[in-house]
């Protein structure tokens, strides 16, 4: 097993590198002044502008500029913005609400996308069956936005129920109506998917065999049909909770939620590039992180893979 890690770990080295180096090219390589505006509506003196430049390694290649950039982020450091904030505190004060977001939105489209598809694969072609597939053909066609702006009109203004917005605070409690519109569409991709592997495995020899050795309906499904049938949606939550982060910029806009959404939404405006870079190289970190844990979790799950 710690072979298997080892070997997982060692390859993720090219795949970052590969990826922070594509996405700072695109950052600061692309046509465009960022110093502008910066000077207010005249343009900057040309003394300021060699000044920046030299202060923030602008006037050498970007390639140079990438492998500073990377020399510093071995330290934790992000850079800093035109006007001196650290972008790594920007990112401590906006990440943690991001990920709770992210966190409830996984807990929920789990927890109810599970126990949709274990339902409905179970009895296909029922009325369970019918009910979820038709739920979840509505939650695939319906965007995001209008998810979350009818939750909002409904239960925040309309009924009371919940704030319209989230307080700078964010508890794991304000977070749950967001969270739903932010997993809404995945939750139904879960329920699709885990419902079709549930239906193919109850097909499958194994099945057959612990039903034959007398085995209760209960260890069947719970130990048997349903450990086989986590792999693949094991798999799409990993890559979907990279997803929920970067997708959230939606629905923090929708509920005004101070997450890492509106910073890239600020940071663009403004053109910051260096908050931009940061933010997206702090997700593909968790992208890389995450997707270690499914491959381990695969492992757990099926010996075999390891093995191969």
Same mark, same amino acid.
Request: neutral net charge; proline residues 4%; charged residues 15%.
């Given at each position: 097993?710690?072979?298997?890690?080892?070997?997982?770990?060692?390859?993720?080295?090219?795949?970052?590198?590969? #990826? #922070?180096?594509?996405?700072? !090219?695109?950052?600061?390589?692309?046509?465009?002044?960022?110093?502008? +505006?910066?000077?207010?509506?005249?343009?900057?003196?040309?003394?300021?502008?060699?000044?920046?430049?030299?202060?923030?390694?602008?006037?050498?290649?970007?390639?140079?500029?990438?492998?500073?950039?990377?020399?510093?982020?071995?330290?934790? &450091?992000?850079?800093?913005?035109?006007?001196?904030?650290?972008?790594?505190?920007?990112?401590? &004060?906006?990440?943690?609400?991001?990920? $709770?977001?992210?966190? !409830?939105?996984?807990?929920?489209? %789990?927890?109810?996308?599970? #126990?949709?598809?274990?339902?409905?694969?179970?009895?296909?072609?029922?009325?369970? &069956?019918?009910?979820?597939?038709?739920?979840?053909?509505?939650?695939?066609?319906?965007?995001?936005?209008?998810? +979350?702006?009818?939750?909002?009109?409904?239960?925040?203004?309309?009924?009371?129920?919940? %704030?319209?917005?989230? %307080? *700078? *605070?964010?508890?794991? %409690?304000?977070?749950?109506?967001?969270?739903?519109?932010?997993?809404?569409?995945? !939750?139904?991709?879960?329920?699709?998917? #885990? $419902?079709?592997?549930?239906?193919?495995?109850?097909?499958?020899?194994?099945?057959?065999?612990?039903?034959?050795?007398?085995?209760?309906? =209960? $260890?069947?499904?719970?130990?048997?049909?349903?450990?086989?049938?986590?792999?693949?949606?094991?798999?799409?939550?990993?890559? &979907?909770?990279?997803?929920? !982060?970067?997708?959230?910029?939606?629905?923090?806009?929708?509920?005004?939620? =101070?997450?890492?959404?509106?910073?890239?939404?600020?940071?663009?405006?403004?053109?910051?590039?260096?908050?931009?870079?940061?933010?997206?190289?702090?997700?593909?970190?968790?992208?890389?992180?995450?997707?270690?844990?499914?491959?381990?979790?695969?492992?757990?799950?099926?010996? =075999?893979?390891?093995?191969?």
């Amino acid at each position: 097993m710690g072979r298997y890690v080892l070997r997982r770990l060692l390859q993720l080295v090219p795949v970052f590198l590969g #990826t #922070t180096f594509l996405i700072y !090219m695109l950052v600061w390589a692309v046509p465009g002044d960022p110093l502008a +505006g910066k000077c207010g509506a005249r343009a900057c003196p040309e003394s300021y502008v060699a000044a920046v430049e030299a202060e923030y390694g602008l006037d050498q290649p970007v390639i140079i500029q990438y492998f500073n950039y990377l020399g510093n982020l071995l330290t934790g &450091d992000f850079g800093q913005t035109f006007s001196g904030i650290s972008v790594s505190e920007l990112i401590a &004060d906006a990440y943690p609400v991001t990920i $709770r977001l992210a966190i !409830m939105a996984l807990l929920i489209q %789990s927890v109810i996308g599970l #126990t949709a598809g274990v339902l409905s694969g179970l009895r296909p072609g029922g009325y369970v &069956d019918n009910v979820v597939l038709a739920s979840t053909l509505f939650l695939v066609a319906v965007p995001v936005f209008v998810t +979350g702006y009818v939750l909002q009109t409904v239960l925040g203004l309309r009924l009371g129920i919940i %704030s319209p917005t989230v %307080s *700078s *605070s964010a508890s794991w %409690s304000e977070l749950i109506v967001p969270g739903y519109v932010l997993g809404s569409l995945s !939750m139904a991709y879960v329920a699709r998917l #885990t $419902r079709t592997s549930i239906a193919e495995n109850m097909r499958a020899d194994y099945v057959r065999t612990a039903v034959a050795k007398g085995l209760s309906r =209960r $260890r069947v499904v719970g130990v048997h049909l349903l450990r086989n049938s986590a792999i693949p949606v094991v798999t799409f939550l990993g890559a &979907d909770f990279g997803s929920l !982060m970067a997708g959230a910029i939606v629905t923090e806009g929708i509920f005004n939620i =101070r997450g890492i959404g509106g910073l890239v939404f600020e940071a663009i405006q403004s053109v910051e590039g260096v908050i931009v870079t940061g933010v997206v190289v702090l997700l593909v970190l968790v992208y890389l992180l995450v997707n270690l844990l499914v491959d381990v979790a695969y492992a757990l799950l099926d010996p =075999r893979i390891r093995l191969d």
